[in-house]
């Protein structure tokens, strides 16, 4: 499902940007990140069940939902552009994504990008302090479940301004050390 890939640029971050030839990341590649993903079946009678098992498996208290399109989103570009930023959170990143296809790109142990697909039903858990940033593929339409401990607070800091001297980065990196 993930594989390390080339260096995107917003010109070409819509595109799968994979190396050639291909390298997979593999699910160790991306435990050792912290990273997890699994699958939400959203045709399935189960998904109540799926979704309440997630929000109890990682402690969520709270849970919204984005449409990331031009159509429901003022701003799109600009939008885009700043979820395409390299930046990291105080907060775990969880995400289910309900439609439309995106990239989650993340910032492996040796600073190579590994970019992460995901479409209906994938479950992506990002850890708090990991560099990370977000678009969607070409079609640009995205709607996605954002699950949260506590009230919404997205505060980015981006890894060229302040994210480095976040305690949350350094507590990360002593994770995964």
Known sequence: MAYYMTEATRQNCQDECR????KEATEEDLKRIGVECTKVDFDDAKVKEDLDRLIKQYNMNFH???HISRATMPNFDEKLNIFFEEHLHDDAELRVIKHGVGYFDVRGKDEQWIRIPVRRGDFVFLPAGIYHRFTTDRSEDVVALRLF???PK???YNRNADG???STRQEYLNRIA
């Open 154 to 156: 997205w505060t980015a």
């Open 64 to 66: 919204d939902e984005v």
């Open 149 to 151: 401990r506590n009230n």
């Open 164 to 166: 480095d001297q976040q």
């Open 19 to 22: 190396l050639s030839p291909n």
